[in-house]
């Protein structure tokens, strides 16, 4: 299985300053295909996960435009240019490369 | 966009099965190559992918449920179904239901609330 770590694990932030979570796979996400199998998600209280990033850097319908997401291989990283209030919760990163299917431990975010 | 909702018991004993029903709405199970999963959330912990259903009916499933766990499809009523044989306390967590959003990626757009099972006496 492919294990996905992420950095930090939780992650004070203040509102309209930039934030970033790191996401490593123990091998490449590349595809042959030319595609990276690397999806971001949010959990926020109470709620099912949303989709934020797929395909490492592709922005999901209805995601703002604060959130992107980058890397390549094993690297990757998921930023938000300015947090606002609403993006408290927990984000996980996903490997879609290859089944099962592996999630992150998960970056707690909350207001500082 | 697709509604998804699951339902079921909240509460198995131990030893028994776990069965679970996914209903999707506003839209149709049978058009579209989508891939269904199920997958869970221990309580208070991260998530964990069970398995998924192609629309052909083809599945794969997690080895960590040690082939104990039945993923199905029910395109006439627009229902995703789970079954999970011999449950021990380490089944409690939250199901959900979630499809795959197609084409190149793979990667879950539309999600069920969640449904907690808890496996007790």
């Known amino acids: 299985d492919i294990v996905m770590t992420q950095s930090p694990l939780s992650l004070p932030v203040t509102p309209g300053e930039p934030a970033s979570i790191s996401c490593r796979s123990s091998?490449?996400?590349?595809?042959?295909?030319?595609?990276?199998?690397l999806d971001w998600y949010l959990q926020k209280p109470g709620q099912s996960p949303q989709l934020l990033i797929y395909?490492?850097?592709d922005r999901a319908s209805g995601v703002p435009d604060r959130f992107s997401g980058s890397g390549s291989g094993t690297n990757f990283t998921l930023k938000i240019s300015r947090v606002e209030a609403e993006d408290v919760g927990i984000y996980y990163c996903?490997?879609?490369?290859?089944?099962?299917?592996?999630f992150g431990p998960g970056t707690r975010v909350d207001i500082k | 966009q697709v509604q998804l909702q699951e339902s079921g018991p909240g509460l198995v004993k131990p030893s028994q099965t776990l069965s679970l029903t996914c209903t999707v709405s506003?839209?149709?199970?049978?058009?579209?190559?989508?891939?269904w999963s199920w997958i869970r959330q221990h309580p208070g912990k991260g998530l964990e992918w069970i398995g998924h259903?192609?629309?052909?009916?083809?599945?794969y499933y997690n080895p960590s449920l040690k082939s104990r766990a039945t993923i199905s499809l029910d395109t006439s009523k627009n229902q995703l179904s789970l079954k999970l044989i011999s449950v021990t306390a380490a089944d409690t967590a939250v199901y959900f239901c979630?499809?795959?959003?197609?084409?190149?990626?793979?990667?879950?757009?539309?999600w069920g609330q969640g449904i907690l099972v808890t496996v007790s006496s």
């Open positions: 979630a499809r795959d959003q197609g084409g190149n990626s793979i990667a879950f757009d539309s």
């Open positions: 506003s839209g149709s199970m049978s058009s579209g190559d989508y891939y």
């Open positions: 259903i192609y629309y052909s009916g083809s599945t």
């Open positions: 091998q490449s996400l590349l595809h042959s295909n030319g595609y990276t199998y």
């Open positions: 395909l490492g850097s």
């Open positions: 996903m490997q879609a490369l290859q089944t099962p299917l592996t």
